[in-house]
Protein backbone atom coordinates (compact mmCIF):
# COMPACT_ATOMS: atom_id res chain seq x y z
CA UNK A 1 0.00 0.00 0.00
CA UNK A 2 1.48 3.41 -0.67
CA UNK A 3 2.56 5.54 2.24
CA UNK A 4 -0.40 8.47 1.55
CA UNK A 5 -3.06 5.26 1.14
CA UNK A 6 -1.90 4.12 4.51
CA UNK A 7 -1.89 7.48 6.59
CA UNK A 8 -5.17 8.39 5.15
CA UNK A 9 -6.00 4.74 6.40
CA UNK A 10 -5.02 5.24 9.55
CA UNK A 11 -6.44 9.04 9.61
CA UNK A 12 -9.87 8.43 8.45
CA UNK A 13 -10.34 6.65 12.02
CA UNK A 14 -10.87 2.83 10.73
CA UNK A 15 -10.85 0.56 13.56
CA UNK A 16 -9.59 -2.35 11.05
CA UNK A 17 -5.99 -1.41 10.73
CA UNK A 18 -4.09 -4.20 10.47
CA UNK A 19 -0.85 -4.64 12.90
CA UNK A 20 1.81 -4.40 9.93
CA UNK A 21 -0.07 -1.23 8.65
CA UNK A 22 1.10 0.62 11.92
CA UNK A 23 4.29 -0.65 12.21
CA UNK A 24 4.79 0.44 8.44
CA UNK A 25 3.08 4.40 9.52
CA UNK A 26 5.13 4.31 12.66
CA UNK A 27 8.62 3.70 11.13
CA UNK A 28 7.70 5.67 7.96
CA UNK A 29 7.74 8.45 10.39
CA UNK A 30 10.70 7.58 11.58
CA UNK A 31 10.09 5.36 14.72
CA UNK A 32 12.41 2.10 15.32
CA UNK A 33 11.68 -0.75 17.03
CA UNK A 34 13.37 -0.51 20.61
CA UNK A 35 11.87 -3.75 22.30
CA UNK A 36 9.60 -6.11 22.64
CA UNK A 37 8.27 -6.91 25.91
CA UNK A 38 4.90 -9.83 25.33
CA UNK A 39 2.73 -8.35 23.20
CA UNK A 40 4.04 -4.75 23.22
CA UNK A 41 6.04 -3.78 20.34
CA UNK A 42 8.15 -0.48 22.11
CA UNK A 43 8.65 2.08 19.25
CA UNK A 44 10.88 5.00 19.83
CA UNK A 45 11.97 8.29 17.64
CA UNK A 46 15.48 10.35 18.59
CA UNK A 47 13.04 13.54 18.44
CA UNK A 48 10.47 12.30 20.44
CA UNK A 49 10.97 11.72 24.28
CA UNK A 50 7.94 9.63 24.28
CA UNK A 51 7.54 5.93 23.78
CA UNK A 52 4.69 4.56 21.53
CA UNK A 53 3.28 1.49 21.90
CA UNK A 54 1.56 -0.51 19.46
CA UNK A 55 0.51 -4.54 19.98
CA UNK A 56 -0.40 -7.23 17.50
CA UNK A 57 -4.03 -8.63 18.63
CA UNK A 58 -4.81 -11.29 16.29
CA UNK A 59 -3.02 -9.52 13.44
CA UNK A 60 -4.90 -5.93 14.27
CA UNK A 61 -3.65 -2.81 15.90
CA UNK A 62 -5.53 -1.41 19.10
CA UNK A 63 -7.36 1.64 17.43
CA UNK A 64 -6.54 4.00 20.68
CA UNK A 65 -2.80 3.01 20.36
CA UNK A 66 -3.11 3.88 16.63
CA UNK A 67 -4.72 7.10 17.75
CA UNK A 68 -1.97 7.60 19.72
CA UNK A 69 0.60 6.81 17.59
CA UNK A 70 -0.81 9.60 15.07
CA UNK A 71 -1.48 12.32 18.18
CA UNK A 72 2.68 11.78 18.64
CA UNK A 73 3.18 12.04 15.40
CA UNK A 74 0.86 15.08 15.29
CA UNK A 75 2.16 16.88 18.12
CA UNK A 76 6.13 16.66 17.30
CA UNK A 77 5.60 17.68 13.70
CA UNK A 78 7.24 14.63 12.25
CA UNK A 79 7.69 14.37 8.75
CA UNK A 80 7.39 11.07 6.40
CA UNK A 81 11.42 10.09 5.46
CA UNK A 82 11.89 10.13 1.95
CA UNK A 83 12.36 6.74 0.74
CA UNK A 84 16.13 5.69 0.05
Not at 26 to 37: H, S, V
Not at 53 to 69: E, I, S, T
Request: charged share 30%; net charge positive; with cysteine.
Amino acid sequence: MKKSKLLQKLLSGSRNIRFSEAVACAEMFGFRLERIKGSHHIFVHPDVPELANLQDVKGKAKPYQVKQLLQLIERHNLQMEDEG
